[in-house]
């Protein structure tokens, strides 16, 4: 990982000690632990304290995922779920045909890896804690995946068939910009990508 973003994490580490990490994480969905609280992202525990985020196993982790976890335990969002999601850019304002380049940018690694192979995708969904939920339709399946206690995700794998190719497409419940603005919404889609595709190989 660059040194840019460990000068980022190191930058936004005083957030932790001016907040009640504590009283943030139960609002948060955390569980209170020794000094901190523990919440869980992408299927590892983090313990987040005023000296920062660490992984409860002690095996290294990407410092973009620990400055995720600093920006939603300090972030002020409030409520639940609307179960209404959409895609990335449509919760931010963008037009149709930025929401789709940048849709495809992001998705067109999952497609690589999984292409029409279904059974692999639902290997590694399954293996991140994922939730099949009723889909209408031949060929498409929906998934629901809690990233972080307030921020859930759904996403559709589209098998291909005659007219058009596999697709998968990554939405959130619209009540995720609460608690993280876009551009953490973008990094934290690029880890669930990520960690998808580890889980897939």
Not at 111 to 134: C, H, M, Q, W
Request: hydrophobic share 40%; glycine share 10%; net charge negative.
């Amino acid at each position: 990982m660059g040194k840019g973003h460990e000068q980022i994490y190191s930058m936004i580490l005083p957030k932790l000690a001016e907040c009640d990490i504590v009283q943030n994480g139960l609002r948060l969905g955390a569980t209170p632990v020794e000094n901190g609280v523990r919440i869980t992202f992408l299927g590892r525990d983090y313990v987040i304290t005023s000296d920062g985020v660490n992984p409860e196993d002690g095996l290294p982790a990407d410092v973009n995922h620990r400055s995720l976890l600093v920006y939603y335990i300090t972030s002020n969002g409030t409520g639940d779920f609307t179960y209404d999601f959409a895609l990335l850019g449509r919760l931010t304002g963008m037009i149709d045909g930025q929401n789709n380049l940048a849709n495809g940018i992001m998705n067109d690694p999952l497609i690589r890896e999984f292409g029409d192979n279904y059974d692999k995708f639902v290997t590694a969904i399954t293996s991140l804690g994922g939730t099949e939920v009723p889909a209408s339709g031949s060929g498409k399946h929906v998934w629901q995946l809690l990233v972080l206690p307030k921020i859930l995700s759904q996403i559709v794998f589209y098998e291909a068939d005659d007219e058009f190719p596999a697709d998968i497409q990554i939405m959130f419940d619209r009540t995720a910009p609460r608690f993280l603005d876009f551009e953490c919404l973008a990094v934290m889609t690029g880890a669930v990508i990520n960690e998808l595709i580890k889980r897939g190989k």
